[in-house]
DNA sequence: TATTAAAATACAATCGATTGTATTTTAATT
DNA sequence: AATTAAAATACAATCGATTGTATTTTAATA
C-alpha cells in the first residue's frame, strides 16, 4: 500500500482495534489507555498514516482555516500584514489562505464563493477597489462566521474594522507639504466607493482649508494608483504648470510619478515636492527618499488575527461594530524638504 | 434557517426529490429531466445553497486545489510567479493556496503535512533554503500527486523543474563586469545545497576562469542573501580594499550594499560596479539603477501551473525528470557601466 | 469471592455529497 | 391495449473521521 493513503480503518484492521478507539487515541484522548495509544501511534507511524482533513472537517464543522482577502500580495504592505496574520495565526493552530482580488469584483466574489464552500472559519480582508455592495460578504456572515475588515474599513453592521486614521495621517501629511512652502498641491486619490480613499481625500482637503488654500476639483486626481496611473497624473501635471506639491495616496503612485517627472526635467523637492503612502521600501531607496506615511502593517496583520480568532472562538460575543484605530506616523524624507 | 447551510437534503426534503437527482441536477447531469432541474435550482437559489467541498471532494477524492509553496511572497519575483501560476489555475477551475516557508525546513515540513491532510491535488515548489533532504516532499509524491519545482530545482527522480540557466545566466552577468575592466569581483552566493546558487557559483568561477582571473575563496560570500547579509557583505568589500566589482545572487543583497558603500563614500560604479539578480521593481529605481538578471518570473509560473494541471489530469503519464530551462536576460544598466 | 465502580473498548449514527444499481414513469411501437 | 425501450427518479453504499451510547474488561472494595 502507499505510505499516506491509510486511513484509521487500516489501522484499525491491522491491529483489530475499533477505528473509534484509533481516532480517539491519535487525537490524545483519555478514554484509551497509554498501552492501546502506543501500539496505534506505532502502526500509524508505520503506515505513514495522515489525518483526512476532508473527512474530520465534514464531521467537526471545523476547518481552523482563515482565509486573507485582499488586493494583491506584491504589494509590501499587504505582504507585510499577511506575515501578522500568520504568526499569529500559526501560532493558535489555524492555516491561512492568501487570495488576490486583484481590484475586481467579480474575482472578489468568487473568492468569497469558494470560502464558504470550503467552509474556512473565518475571514480576514481589505475589499477591492470596486466593491461597492456586500451581499457576497453578508452571504458569508449569515453563516454565523467572522470578518474582519483591515486597511479598508467597511461600514456593514457588527463589522470589526482595524486600520489607522486616515484623515488624520492625511491632514498632517498635506499641513506638511504646506509648512515647506506649497501652494498648489495635486492629490493623487483611489475611488470614492472605498472609505478609505474619502477619508484620505477629505484630510487633504481640511488642511487646505485650514491654511486658506483653494480646494481645486482639478487638483484631484482620483486613478487605481497602479504606476501607469501615476505617470499620466505626471502628464496632467505639467499641463497645469503652476503645481509645487503632490500627495499621493499611495508610493506606488507617487514614485511612477516622480520618475517621469525627473525625467523630463523637474527638480524634486525644489520645484515640486512629493509625499506618498505606505513606506514601500522602495521609497527609502529613490532618489530624493520620499517623504510617505508609515501604517504598522505587521501589528496591523496581529491584531486583525488576533480579533477574528476571538471572534471565531467566542460565537456568544456581542454583534457591535468595532473599528480599531492604530498610530501611523509620517515619515520626513528629502522629497518634501524645501 | 441560515442562507448557506442548506444542504442537497434540505432541497431534496422541501421538493419531495431524491437526494441522489439533487445533486445530479445541481451538477447539470443529463440523467434528470429539465423539468426537474429548474424546480431545484430555484429552490437552491431560494435557500442560498453552496456546495459543501468538503463533503464533495471527500467522496470524489479530488480537491480541485493546488498549492504553492515558497520562501517569501514579499520578494517580487516570488508574487510575479504567483500571478502567472494563479492565471491558469483559474481558468482550469483550480483553487490556489499560497504557503510561505520564510526558508525554514522546519515550517515547510509543517505545510507540506498540512496539504497531505488536507489532499491538495498538487504542489508548485521553490524549496527553502535549509532543505537538504527530500522526505517530506517523498511522502507527498507516494500519494501519487505531482510537486513541479521552479526557480530552485530538485534533483529528486521523476521531478518536474522550471527554471532559467542560472549557470549561463551568471557566467554572462560576471563575464559583463569583466568586460567593463573589472579584476577583483566579489560574489554574493546563496546556501550551497541549494542547487540554484551553486550553478550561480559555478558561472561565476567559470567566468573568471576563462578570462584568467584568479578564483579567491575570500571573494565568494555565502549568506542568505538578506538585506542584513548585505550590509555585512559591504562591510567586508570595504576590508578588502581592491574590489571593484559585484556580482550578487540577489537584487535585495545587491541593493543593500550598494546602499550601504554608496554611505561611505564609495562611487558606483567608478570605484566599484555592481550587478545583481531578478530585476526587483526597486533595481530600477535606485541610484545608479542597478545592472541585473531579469527571468521570466510570469512565464515561469504560468507554465509551472501548466506543467501540474497536465500532471493531475494524466496520471498515466512517464516518470521521467524533466528540466524546463527558460531564457534570461542581462538588462545592463548604469551601476555596472565603468 | 462476590459486588461494583471505573476504565477501556466497541457499536453505530453522523457530517454532505456522489454514484452504481434498481425501480418507476413515460412514451413509442406494434 | 399490450409490449418494450428509454428516460427519469429512487435506493443505498461510500468517502474517512468523530462522538454519544452501550458493552466489556479491569481493578478496587467489602
Redesign the interface.
Known sequence: M????ATIHDISKALGIDSSTVSRALNGSPRVSKKTKDKIFEKAREL?Y??????S??RTQK?FTIAVVLP???R?FF??V??GI?EKAYQAGY?V??C?SLDSLKREKKII??L????VDGILMSISMQTASFEHLE??M???KPIVFFDRPCNLKGSININIDNYKASFEATEHLIQQGCKHIVHFSGAQNIELYRQRKAGYIEALKKHGLTVNGDYIFESNLSESDGIWAAKRILELKNVDGIYSSNDTAA?AAM?YLKSKGVTIPKDIAVVGFNND??SA???PPLTTINQPAFRIGKIASELLLKKIQNKDTENDSIFNVLNSELIVRASSEK
Open positions: 502507499k505510505a499516506g493513503k505513514g495522515q489525518r483526512n482533513n476532508l473527512a472537517n465534514l476547518t494583491r500580495i506584491s509590501y505582504a507585510t499577511i506575515s500568520e492555516n489562505i492568501i488576490q464563493s469558494s464558504i464552500s470550503n467552509r452571504a458569508y449569515n453563516l454565523g514614485i520618475q521600501p522602495i531607496v529613490i532618489e
